[in-house]
């Protein structure tokens, strides 16, 4: 513990003074870079729960100035009341079910009809309206929300699945993992609990995990995906092309499938080198035994266009948007994407 800002500074210079030094690991040198955000008690907070976001809000600050050190300074976080005030928000409505969760058709390419559903998580805040995933899931990975965000997910995903296969509707459902789930210990025992409690076999469920999740610590993550993989759930890395993963180590994982961003999709029929990404990538997939699944298939043109090009599934509005679960049912007896689930 530091009595003042001073001191809090010194220690800080000594940290970044250390870390500067090159570390040497089996032979090999590696060069750390760090950034430090400090937050005071009482000056800026006197619970401990907010005076760590607030030296989180610092440390980024740092990174932005590359200073190696910032303290905590409101005038430069015009965002951090808005964002304490979610985090509240968002800690009860994990706790009073006030989040759902929509589910978007994917569909089998060669044969015209769905093959599974992805899990959509979203918030009707009760003032805000509709408040993105992209807005929310941020916040809940820095405060640590997201482990209890994630369990919600699965849980609610798992039930579902399950009472979709109860009225004979057995397809996989899928749900998207962060690196901070990913590499929680506790993770698989979870999912495993969630699939016995529930009665489904693993193959019902498919996780989805970005690259640069994966890459985080490539190690840790082959060991945990292949016990995952061992128990039967479905793997895939999404948003494939967006991070800069190697390819030789996505070989090695024991994924089902990649997910082409819808980025480079929307623009594939105007953009030459967005079509070279999405052809080269199915190229690459089907040469590792990989599915491919292109988001973002809007119009019945890039249908045709990804069809021609030999995508194995497609998921976007063109075949239907995320829909509650009895829409879902609904859906399937209607639609002509329809029937093989069900």
């Given at each position: ?5 001073d001191e809090a ?83 009860t409505a994990i ?211 990804l069809v021609a ?34």
């Amino acid at each position: 513990a530091v009595d003042s800002a001073d001191e809090a500074g010194v220690v800080a210079k000594k940290i970044l003074s250390e870390m500067n030094h090159p570390f040497v690991v089996n032979g090999h040198t590696f060069n750390i870079g760090i950034s430090i955000g400090i937050a005071l008690c009482p000056e800026h907070a006197t619970e401990g729960y907010t005076l760590m976001r607030l030296a989180d809000v610092a440390m980024y600050q740092a990174k932005t100035s590359q200073t190696g050190y910032t303290f905590y300074d409101h005038r430069q976080d015009s965002h951090s009341v808005e964002q304490l005030t979610l985090e509240s928000d968002l800690r009860t409505a994990i706790e009073n079910h006030e989040l759902e969760l929509l589910y978007q058709p994917q569909v089998d390419m060669a044969t015209g009809k769905v093959c599974g559903l992805e899990a959509l998580l979203r918030w009707q805040h009760p003032q805000r309206g509709m408040i993105s995933p992209e807005q929310f899931i941020p916040i809940a990975e820095q405060n640590g929300l997201i482990h209890a965000l994630t369990a919600w997910v699965t849980r609610q995903a798992v039930s579902q699945s399950a009472q979709w296969r109860h009225h004979g509707i057995r397809l996989p459902v899928a749900i998207n993992i962060s690196a901070k789930c990913l590499f929680d210990p506790q993770l698989t025992t979870s999912i495993r609990d969630q699939l016995e409690a529930h009665q489904l076999p693993a193959q019902y469920l498919a996780l989805e995990l970005t690259e640069s999740t994966v890459m985080a610590d490539p190690n840790r993550a082959l060991e945990i995906l292949t016990e995952l993989d061992e128990m039967g759930v479905r793997l895939a890395i999404d948003d494939f092309g967006t991070g800069y993963s190697s390819l030789l180590y996505l070989k090695r994982l024991p994924v089902d499938e990649i997910k082409i961003d819808k980025s480079f999709v929307l623009d594939m029929l105007d953009d030459r080198n967005d079509a070279s990404i999405v052809r080269s990538t199915i190229d690459l997939a089907h040469n590792m035994n990989l599915r491919v699944v292109a988001e973002g298939v809007e119009t019945e043109i890039l249908w045709h266009e990804l069809v021609a090009q030999g995508c194995d599934v497609g998921q976007g509005f063109y075949m239907g948007r995320p829909m509650r679960p009895a829409a879902v049912q609904d859906w399937l007896q209607r639609s002509p994407w329809g029937g093989s689930g069900s």
